[in-house]
């Protein structure tokens, strides 16, 4: 069974230092793992996918994480936070092995950045 | 620029009602979903569809039933609403079953 794990509720960071939000997982087979955003009242945004290559991934709004496949993580990062960074951010995780389509969710981290 | 639309975005539903959510989307894609999220609980996969005429269940199917006669439409019906189906539900789709999902903008209902 396919599994995510984002082990901090909220993260407080201030404007203009580096913030990080923690994902782990855990799959049978290889892992396509997916970092989203949510803003109040509004849907989940794509904001960057990890499927194979560079263990590092860029993606929307300056945001990076990295695949690291023998701590089982893939760590959400921005170098610099802007109080408009401030949402709801999912991990998902689906096996590529296990033959389902469902796409596993965490239960959300909630990220302020503080002015 | 629609991607995946949604209606109603609010409803209150009263217990043993029923109603359908609608969803559309106008990217082509083959793959649909209805997740539901519950606060502090992420989003529970409900039902989805790999392409017109095929559905199946996912984590949380009880309370719900879906269609798909069209790549475009996947509506979500309830029947018989009951105060555990109080929940934000999101339509999402996308062009192959491993690749990004792209969500509409969900729809509120609260049942009481």
């Known amino acids: 069974a396919q599994s995510v794990a984002q082990p901090e509720d909220q993260v407080n960071v201030a404007e203009g230092n580096p913030l990080t939000v923690k994902c782990t997982y855990s799959?049978?087979?290889?892992?396509?793992l997916f970092w989203y955003v949510q803003y109040p009242n509004r849907g989940l945004q794509f904001l960057l996918k990890y499927i194979t290559g560079d263990n590092l991934v860029k993606g929307s709004y300056g945001f990076e994480a990295e695949f690291n496949k023998s701590q089982t993580s893939f760590h959400l990062k921005k170098p610099s936070a802007l109080v408009s960074d401030s949402a709801l951010y999912f991990c998902a995780v689906r096996d590529e092995g296990a033959g389902s389509y469902q796409l596993t969710f965490g239960k959300g981290t909630k990220l302020s950045v503080i002015p | 620029n629609a991607g995946v639309t949604q209606t109603p975005k609010f409803r209150i539903l009263k217990i043993g009602q029923s109603m359908t959510l609608q969803c559309a989307q106008d990217?082509?894609?083959?793959?649909m979903y209805w997740y539901r999220q519950d606060p502090g609980m992420g989003l529970k996969l409900i039902y989805y569809s790999v392409g017109a005429g095929i559905t199946d269940k996912g984590e949380v199917p009880n309370g719900y039933n879906v269609s798909r006669s069209t790549t475009e439409d996947f509506p979500l019906r309830l029947e018989l609403a009951a105060p555990s189906q109080t929940s934000v539900y999101f339509c999402?789709?996308?062009?192959?079953?491993?690749?990004?999902?792209?969500f509409g903008e969900g729809s509120w209902l609260t049942v009481v």
């Open positions: 999402a789709s996308s062009p192959e079953g491993w690749n990004t999902i792209y």
């Open positions: 990217m082509n894609h083959n793959y």
């Open positions: 799959v049978s087979g290889n892992p396509y």
